[in-house]
Protein backbone atom coordinates (compact mmCIF):
# COMPACT_ATOMS: atom_id res chain seq x y z
CA UNK A 1 0.00 0.00 0.00
CA UNK A 2 1.13 3.47 -0.67
CA UNK A 3 -0.18 6.59 -0.24
CA UNK A 4 0.35 9.73 -2.56
CA UNK A 5 -0.66 13.14 -1.69
CA UNK A 6 -1.72 15.55 -4.62
CA UNK A 7 -3.98 18.99 -4.93
CA UNK A 8 -7.64 17.89 -4.35
CA UNK A 9 -9.86 19.21 -7.58
CA UNK A 10 -12.90 17.52 -8.28
CA UNK A 11 -15.00 15.97 -4.73
CA UNK A 12 -16.19 12.51 -3.53
CA UNK A 13 -14.25 9.10 -2.92
CA UNK A 14 -14.05 6.27 -4.85
CA UNK A 15 -12.37 2.75 -5.37
CA UNK A 16 -10.96 1.80 -8.74
CA UNK A 17 -8.84 -0.07 -11.22
CA UNK A 18 -5.95 2.28 -12.71
CA UNK A 19 -6.25 2.89 -16.62
CA UNK A 20 -2.89 4.39 -17.51
CA UNK A 21 -3.00 7.05 -20.52
CA UNK A 22 -0.48 9.28 -21.89
CA UNK A 23 1.97 9.48 -24.49
CA UNK A 24 4.32 6.60 -25.46
CA UNK A 25 7.18 8.09 -23.80
CA UNK A 26 4.97 8.60 -20.12
CA UNK A 27 3.77 4.77 -20.08
CA UNK A 28 5.39 1.94 -21.18
CA UNK A 29 3.94 -1.02 -20.05
CA UNK A 30 6.69 -3.26 -17.47
CA UNK A 31 4.76 -6.32 -17.48
CA UNK A 32 5.68 -9.97 -18.38
CA UNK A 33 3.67 -11.39 -21.22
CA UNK A 34 2.62 -15.19 -21.41
CA UNK A 35 3.99 -17.55 -24.24
CA UNK A 36 0.52 -16.77 -25.79
CA UNK A 37 0.88 -13.09 -26.55
CA UNK A 38 5.00 -13.42 -27.99
CA UNK A 39 4.02 -14.03 -31.77
CA UNK A 40 1.03 -11.17 -30.72
CA UNK A 41 4.02 -8.46 -29.84
CA UNK A 42 6.52 -9.52 -32.46
CA UNK A 43 3.88 -8.56 -35.65
CA UNK A 44 3.31 -5.93 -33.24
CA UNK A 45 7.05 -4.49 -33.08
CA UNK A 46 7.51 -5.31 -37.02
CA UNK A 47 4.69 -3.07 -37.63
CA UNK A 48 5.38 -0.23 -35.57
CA UNK A 49 9.06 0.04 -37.29
CA UNK A 50 7.97 -0.26 -40.54
CA UNK A 51 5.38 2.56 -39.17
CA UNK A 52 8.32 4.98 -37.94
CA UNK A 53 10.24 3.63 -41.39
CA UNK A 54 7.10 5.59 -43.24
CA UNK A 55 7.07 8.46 -41.15
CA UNK A 56 11.61 8.72 -41.85
CA UNK A 57 11.22 8.25 -45.36
CA UNK A 58 8.57 11.41 -45.42
CA UNK A 59 10.69 13.69 -43.45
CA UNK A 60 13.85 13.13 -45.21
CA UNK A 61 11.61 13.96 -48.14
CA UNK A 62 9.81 17.33 -47.06
CA UNK A 63 13.08 18.18 -45.54
CA UNK A 64 14.47 17.84 -49.07
CA UNK A 65 11.85 19.96 -50.75
CA UNK A 66 11.81 22.55 -48.22
CA UNK A 67 15.59 22.92 -47.08
CA UNK A 68 18.06 21.05 -49.25
CA UNK A 69 19.84 17.51 -49.92
CA UNK A 70 22.04 18.46 -47.24
CA UNK A 71 20.04 18.34 -44.23
CA UNK A 72 18.00 15.37 -45.54
CA UNK A 73 20.37 13.64 -45.16
CA UNK A 74 20.13 13.68 -41.06
CA UNK A 75 17.75 11.23 -41.56
CA UNK A 76 20.24 8.44 -43.36
CA UNK A 77 20.92 8.09 -39.52
CA UNK A 78 17.64 7.23 -38.81
CA UNK A 79 16.66 4.96 -41.22
CA UNK A 80 19.46 3.04 -41.19
CA UNK A 81 18.99 2.22 -37.12
CA UNK A 82 15.74 0.83 -38.60
CA UNK A 83 17.50 -1.21 -40.60
CA UNK A 84 19.88 -2.29 -38.38
CA UNK A 85 19.64 -6.06 -38.01
CA UNK A 86 21.46 -6.18 -34.23
CA UNK A 87 19.51 -3.67 -33.11
CA UNK A 88 15.86 -5.32 -34.26
CA UNK A 89 16.90 -8.96 -33.29
CA UNK A 90 18.18 -7.74 -29.39
CA UNK A 91 14.62 -5.94 -29.14
CA UNK A 92 12.80 -9.54 -30.67
CA UNK A 93 14.86 -11.93 -28.03
CA UNK A 94 13.56 -9.60 -25.11
CA UNK A 95 10.05 -10.03 -26.30
CA UNK A 96 11.00 -13.94 -26.89
CA UNK A 97 13.10 -14.48 -24.15
CA UNK A 98 12.54 -11.76 -21.92
CA UNK A 99 8.93 -11.86 -22.05
CA UNK A 100 8.55 -7.85 -21.96
CA UNK A 101 6.04 -6.01 -24.04
CA UNK A 102 6.93 -4.81 -27.55
CA UNK A 103 6.96 -1.18 -25.89
CA UNK A 104 9.43 -2.01 -22.69
CA UNK A 105 11.69 -4.22 -25.11
CA UNK A 106 11.93 -1.10 -27.72
CA UNK A 107 12.65 1.31 -24.49
CA UNK A 108 15.25 -0.88 -23.07
CA UNK A 109 17.26 -1.45 -26.35
CA UNK A 110 17.02 1.71 -27.73
CA UNK A 111 18.38 3.27 -24.48
CA UNK A 112 21.22 1.08 -24.33
CA UNK A 113 22.10 2.56 -27.63
CA UNK A 114 21.80 6.07 -26.57
CA UNK A 115 24.50 4.79 -23.50
CA UNK A 116 26.65 3.55 -25.79
CA UNK A 117 27.07 7.22 -27.89
CA UNK A 118 26.52 9.37 -24.93
CA UNK A 119 30.04 7.17 -23.48
CA UNK A 120 31.54 8.43 -26.34
CA UNK A 121 31.78 11.70 -24.94
CA UNK A 122 31.98 13.63 -27.99
CA UNK A 123 29.70 16.18 -29.93
CA UNK A 124 28.89 14.41 -32.88
CA UNK A 125 27.91 11.47 -30.96
CA UNK A 126 26.06 13.03 -28.44
CA UNK A 127 23.83 14.46 -31.60
CA UNK A 128 23.08 10.58 -32.17
CA UNK A 129 22.48 9.85 -28.88
CA UNK A 130 19.49 12.79 -29.62
CA UNK A 131 18.79 10.82 -32.58
CA UNK A 132 18.01 7.55 -31.28
CA UNK A 133 15.78 9.18 -28.97
CA UNK A 134 14.04 10.87 -31.50
CA UNK A 135 13.25 7.30 -33.25
CA UNK A 136 12.66 6.05 -30.18
CA UNK A 137 9.55 8.25 -29.34
CA UNK A 138 8.76 7.68 -33.19
CA UNK A 139 8.58 4.08 -32.96
CA UNK A 140 7.10 4.02 -29.31
CA UNK A 141 4.33 6.29 -30.00
CA UNK A 142 3.39 4.17 -33.15
CA UNK A 143 2.93 1.30 -31.08
CA UNK A 144 0.86 2.94 -28.66
CA UNK A 145 -1.05 4.67 -31.01
CA UNK A 146 -2.98 2.05 -30.22
CA UNK A 147 -4.60 3.64 -26.87
CA UNK A 148 -7.28 5.38 -28.52
CA UNK A 149 -8.58 1.79 -29.46
CA UNK A 150 -8.03 1.18 -25.36
CA UNK A 151 -9.67 3.86 -24.48
CA UNK A 152 -12.82 2.95 -26.80
CA UNK A 153 -13.00 -0.26 -24.91
CA UNK A 154 -12.40 1.11 -20.75
CA UNK A 155 -13.05 -1.47 -18.37
CA UNK A 156 -16.17 -0.02 -15.60
CA UNK A 157 -14.69 1.32 -12.68
CA UNK A 158 -11.64 2.77 -13.88
CA UNK A 159 -9.53 5.33 -12.72
CA UNK A 160 -7.21 7.61 -15.31
CA UNK A 161 -4.10 8.12 -14.30
CA UNK A 162 -2.17 10.16 -16.62
CA UNK A 163 1.33 12.15 -16.49
CA UNK A 164 -1.08 14.69 -18.26
CA UNK A 165 -4.65 15.08 -19.44
CA UNK A 166 -5.31 17.40 -22.18
CA UNK A 167 -8.91 19.52 -21.40
CA UNK A 168 -10.26 17.48 -25.16
CA UNK A 169 -9.43 14.33 -23.55
CA UNK A 170 -10.98 14.77 -20.31
CA UNK A 171 -14.15 15.89 -21.96
CA UNK A 172 -13.87 12.56 -24.40
CA UNK A 173 -13.83 10.00 -21.50
CA UNK A 174 -16.80 7.90 -21.21
CA UNK A 175 -18.50 8.19 -17.78
CA UNK A 176 -20.31 5.34 -18.12
CA UNK A 177 -17.09 3.35 -17.41
CA UNK A 178 -14.31 6.26 -15.71
CA UNK A 179 -15.03 6.69 -11.75
CA UNK A 180 -12.10 9.18 -11.28
CA UNK A 181 -9.35 10.94 -12.94
CA UNK A 182 -5.45 11.17 -11.18
CA UNK A 183 -2.85 13.03 -13.10
CA UNK A 184 1.12 13.74 -12.61
CA UNK A 185 0.78 17.49 -13.93
CA UNK A 186 -1.74 20.06 -13.38
CA UNK A 187 -3.27 22.44 -10.80
CA UNK A 188 -6.58 23.12 -9.55
CA UNK A 189 -8.12 25.71 -11.86
CA UNK A 190 -6.36 24.23 -14.61
CA UNK A 191 -8.78 23.12 -17.45
CA UNK A 192 -8.15 19.65 -17.07
CA UNK A 193 -9.55 20.26 -13.28
CA UNK A 194 -12.89 21.86 -14.61
CA UNK A 195 -13.84 19.63 -16.72
CA UNK A 196 -13.23 16.46 -14.07
CA UNK A 197 -15.38 18.70 -11.73
CA UNK A 198 -18.12 19.52 -14.48
CA UNK A 199 -18.52 16.14 -15.24
CA UNK A 200 -18.46 15.59 -10.77
CA UNK A 201 -15.54 12.86 -11.18
CA UNK A 202 -12.92 12.72 -8.38
CA UNK A 203 -9.66 13.69 -8.94
CA UNK A 204 -6.82 14.61 -7.78
CA UNK A 205 -3.98 16.17 -9.37
CA UNK A 206 -0.33 17.18 -9.24
CA UNK A 207 0.40 13.68 -7.45
CA UNK A 208 4.15 14.32 -9.51
CA UNK A 209 5.62 10.31 -9.61
CA UNK A 210 2.25 8.46 -9.71
CA UNK A 211 2.29 7.17 -13.21
CA UNK A 212 6.19 5.52 -12.60
CA UNK A 213 4.29 3.57 -9.63
CA UNK A 214 1.37 2.45 -11.12
CA UNK A 215 0.71 -0.85 -12.96
CA UNK A 216 -2.40 -0.85 -15.49
CA UNK A 217 -5.25 -2.67 -13.43
CA UNK A 218 -3.92 -1.92 -10.21
CA UNK A 219 -6.70 -1.36 -7.13
CA UNK A 220 -6.46 2.37 -6.15
CA UNK A 221 -8.77 4.37 -4.14
CA UNK A 222 -9.47 8.17 -5.01
CA UNK A 223 -9.90 10.67 -2.30
CA UNK A 224 -11.70 13.97 -4.27
CA UNK A 225 -12.07 15.64 -0.67
CA UNK A 226 -8.55 15.54 0.60
CA UNK A 227 -6.70 15.39 -2.98
CA UNK A 228 -5.14 11.57 -1.70
CA UNK A 229 -4.59 8.68 -3.90
CA UNK A 230 -3.93 5.38 -2.01
CA UNK A 231 -2.02 2.29 -4.18
CA UNK A 232 -3.06 -1.33 -3.82
CA UNK A 233 -4.79 -0.61 -0.58
CA UNK A 234 -4.92 -3.07 2.41
CA UNK A 235 -8.45 -4.30 3.93
CA UNK A 236 -8.69 -2.26 6.60
CA UNK A 237 -8.03 0.92 4.99
CA UNK A 238 -10.55 -0.03 2.09
CA UNK A 239 -13.08 -0.64 4.46
CA UNK A 240 -12.32 2.80 5.83
CA UNK A 241 -12.64 4.63 2.70
CA UNK A 242 -15.45 2.74 2.12
CA UNK A 243 -17.32 4.38 5.50
CA UNK A 244 -15.93 7.80 4.51
CA UNK A 245 -17.73 7.25 0.96
CA UNK A 246 -20.79 6.36 2.30
CA UNK A 247 -20.87 9.63 4.97
CA UNK A 248 -19.80 12.24 1.99
CA UNK A 249 -22.12 10.67 -0.31
CA UNK A 250 -25.30 10.92 2.71
CA UNK A 251 -23.54 14.72 2.93
CA UNK A 252 -24.37 15.37 -0.85
CA UNK A 253 -27.17 14.10 -0.60
CA UNK A 254 -28.90 16.45 2.09
CA UNK A 255 -27.38 19.37 0.17
CA UNK A 256 -28.98 18.31 -2.99
CA UNK A 257 -32.50 18.44 -0.74
CA UNK A 258 -31.98 22.03 -0.93
CA UNK A 259 -31.96 22.46 -4.82
CA UNK A 260 -35.83 23.51 -4.75
CA UNK A 261 -35.07 25.82 -2.47
CA UNK A 262 -34.76 29.57 -2.58
CA UNK A 263 -31.05 31.01 -2.86
CA UNK A 264 -31.83 34.24 -0.44
CA UNK A 265 -29.91 34.87 2.75
CA UNK A 266 -31.33 35.29 6.59
CA UNK A 267 -32.27 38.83 5.52
CA UNK A 268 -33.72 38.14 2.33
CA UNK A 269 -31.04 39.46 0.02
CA UNK A 270 -31.56 36.66 -3.09
CA UNK A 271 -28.34 36.15 -4.51
CA UNK A 272 -28.43 34.15 -8.63
CA UNK A 273 -26.41 31.33 -8.53
CA UNK A 274 -25.55 29.97 -11.92
CA UNK A 275 -23.81 27.19 -13.77
CA UNK A 276 -20.74 27.46 -15.96
CA UNK A 277 -21.16 24.59 -18.42
CA UNK A 278 -18.74 23.12 -21.75
CA UNK A 279 -21.54 21.47 -23.53
CA UNK A 280 -25.50 22.05 -24.03
CA UNK A 281 -25.82 18.68 -21.69
CA UNK A 282 -24.59 19.64 -18.80
CA UNK A 283 -27.82 21.90 -18.63
CA UNK A 284 -29.30 18.95 -16.95
CA UNK A 285 -26.83 19.49 -14.18
CA UNK A 286 -27.33 22.97 -13.79
CA UNK A 287 -30.85 22.49 -13.07
CA UNK A 288 -31.07 20.05 -10.96
CA UNK A 289 -28.55 21.24 -8.73
CA UNK A 290 -30.78 24.58 -8.72
CA UNK A 291 -29.29 26.69 -10.73
CA UNK A 292 -31.10 29.57 -12.28
CA UNK A 293 -29.22 29.47 -15.65
CA UNK A 294 -25.86 29.25 -17.14
CA UNK A 295 -23.33 32.23 -16.33
CA UNK A 296 -20.23 30.65 -18.26
CA UNK A 297 -20.85 28.41 -21.48
CA UNK A 298 -17.02 27.69 -22.47
CA UNK A 299 -17.55 27.10 -26.51
CA UNK A 300 -13.91 26.73 -26.81
CA UNK A 301 -14.89 22.80 -26.71
CA UNK A 302 -16.79 23.35 -29.74
CA UNK A 303 -12.97 23.48 -31.47
CA UNK A 304 -11.42 21.24 -28.69
CA UNK A 305 -13.75 18.25 -29.38
CA UNK A 306 -13.41 17.94 -33.46
CA UNK A 307 -10.55 18.53 -36.18
CA UNK A 308 -12.13 21.45 -38.15
CA UNK A 309 -13.28 24.44 -36.55
CA UNK A 310 -17.19 24.82 -35.72
CA UNK A 311 -18.86 26.59 -38.86
CA UNK A 312 -22.00 28.78 -38.11
CA UNK A 313 -24.56 26.23 -37.83
CA UNK A 314 -22.63 24.12 -35.54
CA UNK A 315 -22.78 27.09 -33.09
CA UNK A 316 -26.53 27.76 -33.35
CA UNK A 317 -27.63 24.38 -33.32
CA UNK A 318 -25.60 24.06 -29.93
CA UNK A 319 -26.72 27.37 -28.89
CA UNK A 320 -30.35 26.69 -29.80
CA UNK A 321 -29.87 23.87 -27.89
CA UNK A 322 -28.91 25.32 -25.39
CA UNK A 323 -31.65 27.57 -24.60
CA UNK A 324 -34.34 25.08 -25.58
CA UNK A 325 -32.80 22.93 -22.35
CA UNK A 326 -32.84 26.41 -20.24
CA UNK A 327 -36.45 26.53 -21.02
CA UNK A 328 -36.75 30.72 -20.78
CA UNK A 329 -33.53 30.92 -18.16
CA UNK A 330 -30.81 33.11 -19.11
CA UNK A 331 -27.80 31.88 -20.95
CA UNK A 332 -24.28 33.75 -21.08
CA UNK A 333 -22.22 32.50 -23.93
CA UNK A 334 -18.42 32.96 -23.73
CA UNK A 335 -16.97 33.65 -27.20
CA UNK A 336 -14.06 31.60 -28.33
CA UNK A 337 -11.28 31.26 -25.89
CA UNK A 338 -8.62 29.14 -27.41
CA UNK A 339 -5.38 29.28 -26.42
CA UNK A 340 -2.71 28.51 -23.26
CA UNK A 341 -3.63 25.65 -22.06
CA UNK A 342 -6.80 25.16 -24.26
CA UNK A 343 -5.00 24.37 -27.20
CA UNK A 344 -3.20 21.52 -28.10
CA UNK A 345 0.08 23.39 -28.85
CA UNK A 346 0.57 20.43 -31.08
CA UNK A 347 -2.07 21.31 -33.23
CA UNK A 348 -0.52 24.58 -34.42
CA UNK A 349 2.01 24.88 -37.16
CA UNK A 350 4.42 27.21 -34.82
CA UNK A 351 3.98 26.55 -31.42
CA UNK A 352 3.96 29.05 -28.94
CA UNK A 353 7.11 30.13 -26.76
CA UNK A 354 4.72 31.77 -23.80
CA UNK A 355 1.59 30.54 -24.64
CA UNK A 356 -0.18 31.66 -21.76
CA UNK A 357 1.09 35.49 -22.80
CA UNK A 358 0.39 34.41 -26.53
CA UNK A 359 -2.24 34.55 -29.38
CA UNK A 360 -5.59 33.19 -27.21
CA UNK A 361 -8.83 33.85 -26.03
CA UNK A 362 -10.35 37.59 -27.84
CA UNK A 363 -7.02 37.76 -29.24
CA UNK A 364 -7.20 34.93 -31.26
CA UNK A 365 -10.26 35.35 -32.08
CA UNK A 366 -9.78 38.80 -33.73
CA UNK A 367 -7.07 37.48 -35.37
CA UNK A 368 -8.72 34.52 -37.07
CA UNK A 369 -12.30 36.94 -38.10
CA UNK A 370 -13.98 34.21 -40.29
CA UNK A 371 -14.18 31.71 -37.20
CA UNK A 372 -15.06 34.94 -35.29
CA UNK A 373 -17.55 35.64 -37.55
CA UNK A 374 -19.33 32.10 -37.44
CA UNK A 375 -19.66 32.40 -33.76
CA UNK A 376 -21.03 35.57 -33.25
CA UNK A 377 -23.77 35.40 -36.29
CA UNK A 378 -24.79 32.03 -34.75
CA UNK A 379 -25.22 33.66 -31.11
CA UNK A 380 -26.80 36.88 -32.37
CA UNK A 381 -29.53 34.63 -34.54
CA UNK A 382 -29.68 32.42 -31.24
CA UNK A 383 -30.35 35.56 -29.06
CA UNK A 384 -34.24 35.18 -30.73
CA UNK A 385 -34.77 32.39 -29.09
CA UNK A 386 -34.53 33.16 -25.60
CA UNK A 387 -32.52 35.26 -23.16
CA UNK A 388 -28.44 35.25 -24.58
CA UNK A 389 -25.57 37.60 -23.40
CA UNK A 390 -22.45 37.39 -25.07
CA UNK A 391 -19.02 38.05 -23.60
CA UNK A 392 -15.65 38.03 -24.26
CA UNK A 393 -13.11 36.59 -22.83
CA UNK A 394 -9.13 37.63 -21.89
CA UNK A 395 -9.91 41.76 -22.74
CA UNK A 396 -6.63 43.66 -21.57
CA UNK A 397 -7.98 46.82 -23.66
CA UNK A 398 -10.32 48.85 -24.37
CA UNK A 399 -9.68 48.03 -28.57
CA UNK A 400 -10.17 44.65 -28.32
CA UNK A 401 -13.89 45.37 -26.85
CA UNK A 402 -14.26 48.13 -29.36
CA UNK A 403 -13.52 45.80 -32.16
CA UNK A 404 -15.75 42.83 -30.93
CA UNK A 405 -18.64 44.94 -30.60
CA UNK A 406 -17.95 46.61 -33.85
CA UNK A 407 -18.04 42.97 -35.64
CA UNK A 408 -21.46 42.41 -33.61
CA UNK A 409 -22.51 45.56 -34.55
CA UNK A 410 -21.40 44.65 -38.51
CA UNK A 411 -22.88 41.43 -38.47
CA UNK A 412 -26.21 42.73 -36.94
CA UNK A 413 -26.60 45.14 -40.15
CA UNK A 414 -26.05 41.58 -42.24
CA UNK A 415 -28.68 40.12 -40.54
CA UNK A 416 -31.56 43.02 -40.84
CA UNK A 417 -30.44 43.03 -44.29
CA UNK A 418 -31.48 39.50 -44.63
CA UNK A 419 -34.34 39.28 -42.39
CA UNK A 420 -32.59 36.66 -40.10
CA UNK A 421 -34.49 38.11 -36.50
CA UNK A 422 -32.31 38.73 -33.39
CA UNK A 423 -32.29 40.13 -30.37
CA UNK A 424 -31.21 44.25 -31.29
CA UNK A 425 -30.51 44.62 -26.64
CA UNK A 426 -28.26 41.49 -26.51
CA UNK A 427 -26.12 42.64 -23.64
CA UNK A 428 -22.80 42.35 -24.43
CA UNK A 429 -19.52 42.36 -21.93
CA UNK A 430 -16.43 41.68 -20.86
CA UNK A 431 -14.39 39.21 -18.77
CA UNK A 432 -12.48 41.00 -15.98
CA UNK A 433 -9.57 38.35 -16.01
CA UNK A 434 -6.17 39.95 -16.71
CA UNK A 435 -4.80 42.88 -14.06
CA UNK A 436 -5.02 45.42 -16.67
CA UNK A 437 -8.83 45.37 -17.21
CA UNK A 438 -9.44 45.18 -13.37
CA UNK A 439 -7.52 48.60 -12.45
CA UNK A 440 -8.96 50.46 -15.78
CA UNK A 441 -12.96 48.56 -14.65
CA UNK A 442 -14.42 52.08 -14.32
CA UNK A 443 -13.29 52.75 -18.08
CA UNK A 444 -14.26 49.15 -19.82
CA UNK A 445 -18.24 50.10 -17.28
CA UNK A 446 -18.85 53.01 -19.84
CA UNK A 447 -18.56 50.61 -22.41
CA UNK A 448 -19.92 47.10 -20.92
CA UNK A 449 -23.47 46.01 -20.57
CA UNK A 450 -21.79 43.66 -17.66
CA UNK A 451 -18.63 42.10 -16.04
CA UNK A 452 -18.28 38.48 -15.16
CA UNK A 453 -15.08 38.46 -13.16
CA UNK A 454 -12.42 35.32 -14.22
CA UNK A 455 -11.06 34.71 -10.86
CA UNK A 456 -9.00 31.14 -12.48
CA UNK A 457 -6.86 33.29 -14.81
CA UNK A 458 -6.54 36.95 -12.76
CA UNK A 459 -5.21 35.05 -10.41
CA UNK A 460 -2.75 33.65 -12.26
CA UNK A 461 -1.52 37.03 -14.23
CA UNK A 462 -1.95 39.01 -10.96
CA UNK A 463 0.23 36.82 -9.16
CA UNK A 464 2.21 35.61 -11.88
CA UNK A 465 1.51 31.90 -11.07
CA UNK A 466 0.15 29.42 -13.63
CA UNK A 467 -2.84 28.28 -12.95
CA UNK A 468 -1.97 24.48 -14.14
CA UNK A 469 1.68 23.87 -12.63
CA UNK A 470 1.69 21.84 -9.62
CA UNK A 471 5.58 23.11 -8.58
CA UNK A 472 3.66 26.52 -7.66
CA UNK A 473 0.51 25.54 -7.03
CA UNK A 474 1.16 26.36 -2.88
CA UNK A 475 2.02 30.09 -4.69
CA UNK A 476 -1.35 29.95 -6.37
CA UNK A 477 -3.83 31.69 -3.80
CA UNK A 478 -7.37 33.29 -4.85
CA UNK A 479 -7.28 34.81 -0.95
CA UNK A 480 -4.40 36.86 -1.80
CA UNK A 481 -4.97 40.35 -1.01
CA UNK A 482 -3.85 41.81 -4.55
CA UNK A 483 -6.78 39.33 -5.46
CA UNK A 484 -8.73 40.65 -3.15
CA UNK A 485 -8.11 43.89 -4.00
CA UNK A 486 -8.76 43.80 -7.55
CA UNK A 487 -12.22 42.09 -6.87
CA UNK A 488 -13.24 44.78 -5.19
CA UNK A 489 -12.27 47.18 -7.55
CA UNK A 490 -14.21 45.83 -10.20
CA UNK A 491 -17.35 45.13 -8.20
CA UNK A 492 -17.15 48.79 -7.03
CA UNK A 493 -16.96 50.35 -10.61
CA UNK A 494 -19.51 47.98 -11.65
CA UNK A 495 -21.77 49.23 -8.86
CA UNK A 496 -20.61 53.08 -9.95
CA UNK A 497 -21.90 52.77 -13.69
CA UNK A 498 -24.19 51.04 -12.82
CA UNK A 499 -24.12 47.28 -14.68
CA UNK A 500 -24.57 43.68 -13.66
CA UNK A 501 -21.39 42.00 -12.23
CA UNK A 502 -20.73 38.26 -11.67
CA UNK A 503 -17.96 36.33 -10.88
CA UNK A 504 -17.84 32.85 -12.51
CA UNK A 505 -14.07 31.82 -11.19
CA UNK A 506 -13.53 28.22 -9.32
CA UNK A 507 -13.45 30.89 -6.26
CA UNK A 508 -17.48 31.23 -6.88
CA UNK A 509 -17.84 27.48 -5.79
CA UNK A 510 -15.40 27.28 -3.29
CA UNK A 511 -17.52 28.08 0.13
CA UNK A 512 -14.79 29.24 2.30
CA UNK A 513 -15.02 32.87 -0.47
CA UNK A 514 -18.98 32.85 -0.27
CA UNK A 515 -19.27 35.46 2.32
CA UNK A 516 -16.30 37.41 1.51
CA UNK A 517 -17.94 37.41 -2.55
CA UNK A 518 -21.41 38.33 -0.54
CA UNK A 519 -20.06 41.06 1.84
CA UNK A 520 -17.88 42.76 -1.75
CA UNK A 521 -21.28 43.35 -2.83
CA UNK A 522 -21.49 40.49 -5.40
CA UNK A 523 -24.71 39.27 -6.33
CA UNK A 524 -24.31 36.68 -9.27
CA UNK A 525 -22.50 33.75 -8.94
CA UNK A 526 -21.55 31.23 -12.10
CA UNK A 527 -19.74 28.07 -10.60
CA UNK A 528 -19.21 23.80 -11.46
CA UNK A 529 -22.90 22.85 -11.05
CA UNK A 530 -22.25 20.62 -8.60
CA UNK A 531 -21.27 23.33 -6.27
CA UNK A 532 -24.26 24.84 -6.48
CA UNK A 533 -25.80 23.21 -3.44
CA UNK A 534 -23.36 23.54 -0.78
CA UNK A 535 -23.25 27.83 -2.00
CA UNK A 536 -26.65 27.99 -1.11
CA UNK A 537 -26.54 26.40 2.09
CA UNK A 538 -23.67 28.86 3.06
CA UNK A 539 -26.15 31.44 1.73
CA UNK A 540 -28.96 30.61 3.41
CA UNK A 541 -27.27 30.54 6.71
CA UNK A 542 -25.92 33.93 6.65
CA UNK A 543 -26.97 37.87 6.84
CA UNK A 544 -25.55 40.17 4.81
CA UNK A 545 -24.82 42.26 7.52
CA UNK A 546 -22.22 39.20 8.66
CA UNK A 547 -20.47 39.20 5.01
CA UNK A 548 -19.91 42.59 5.14
CA UNK A 549 -18.49 42.81 8.35
CA UNK A 550 -16.17 39.76 7.10
CA UNK A 551 -15.18 42.22 3.91
CA UNK A 552 -14.30 45.03 6.03
CA UNK A 553 -12.07 42.90 7.81
CA UNK A 554 -10.49 40.94 5.78
CA UNK A 555 -9.71 44.19 3.33
CA UNK A 556 -7.32 45.33 5.98
CA UNK A 557 -5.08 42.15 6.08
CA UNK A 558 -1.71 41.91 4.04
CA UNK A 559 -1.64 38.01 3.69
CA UNK A 560 -3.20 35.37 2.19
CA UNK A 561 -2.41 33.06 5.41
CA UNK A 562 -4.69 35.64 7.42
CA UNK A 563 -7.52 36.17 4.88
CA UNK A 564 -7.74 32.41 4.43
CA UNK A 565 -7.52 31.58 7.99
CA UNK A 566 -10.49 33.99 8.68
CA UNK A 567 -12.64 32.86 6.45
CA UNK A 568 -12.41 29.51 7.18
CA UNK A 569 -13.04 29.98 10.55
CA UNK A 570 -16.49 32.13 9.88
CA UNK A 571 -17.57 29.24 7.75
CA UNK A 572 -16.62 26.25 10.41
CA UNK A 573 -18.28 28.11 12.76
CA UNK A 574 -21.43 28.21 10.43
CA UNK A 575 -22.01 24.43 10.58
CA UNK A 576 -18.76 21.99 11.59
CA UNK A 577 -20.72 19.45 9.89
CA UNK A 578 -21.30 20.68 6.80
CA UNK A 579 -18.61 22.76 6.11
CA UNK A 580 -15.96 20.53 7.96
CA UNK A 581 -14.98 19.11 4.75
CA UNK A 582 -13.63 22.46 2.95
CA UNK A 583 -12.41 23.83 5.99
CA UNK A 584 -9.79 21.13 6.93
CA UNK A 585 -6.20 22.65 6.60
C1 LIG B 1 -11.55 32.25 -15.32
O1 LIG B 1 -10.47 32.50 -15.84
O2 LIG B 1 -11.81 32.47 -14.12
C2 LIG B 1 -12.63 31.64 -16.11
C3 LIG B 1 -13.83 31.46 -15.59
O3 LIG B 1 -12.35 31.22 -17.36
P1 LIG B 1 -11.54 29.88 -17.68
O4 LIG B 1 -11.44 29.09 -16.41
O5 LIG B 1 -12.31 29.16 -18.72
O6 LIG B 1 -10.23 30.40 -18.17
MG1 LIG C 1 -10.22 32.52 -17.99
Known amino acids: MERIKGIAVSPGIVVGRAFLVGTAEQVVPHRTIAESEVEGQVVRLREALDDAGRQIVELRERTRFELGEEPAKIFE ?13 AIQRRIENGRATAELAVAE ?17 EQKANDVLDLERRVLDSLMGEQEDRLAHLPEGSVIVAHE ?3 SQAAALDRQKVVGILTDLGGRTGHTSIVARAMGMPSVVGCQRLVGL ?3 GDELIVDGNEGVVILRPDPRTLDDYRRRQERSRRSRQALME ?22 PEEIGAVLANGGDGVGLYRTEFMWLTRDEPPTEEDHYRAYVRALELLGGRPLTIRTCDLGADKYTQERMEDPERNPFLGLRSIRHSLAVPSEFKAQLRAILRASAHGPVKTMFPLVSNLMELRQGKLMLADLGEELEDEGIPFDRQMPVGVMIEVPSAALMSRTFAAESAFFSIGTNDLVQYTLAVDRGNERVAHLYQPAHPAVVYLVKTVVRAARGAPIDCSLCGEMAGDPVFSMLLLGMGLRTLSMVPDQIPVIKRVIRS ?10 RRVGSFDSERQVETALRDELRKLDPDVFGQWVAE
Open 77 to 89: FHAGLLRDRALVS
Open 109 to 125: QFRVLVGQFKRMGNEVF
Open 258 to 279: LSGLESVTRDGVRIQLMGNIEF
Open 214 to 216: IED
Open 542 to 551: VTMEQCERLA
Open 165 to 167: LTP
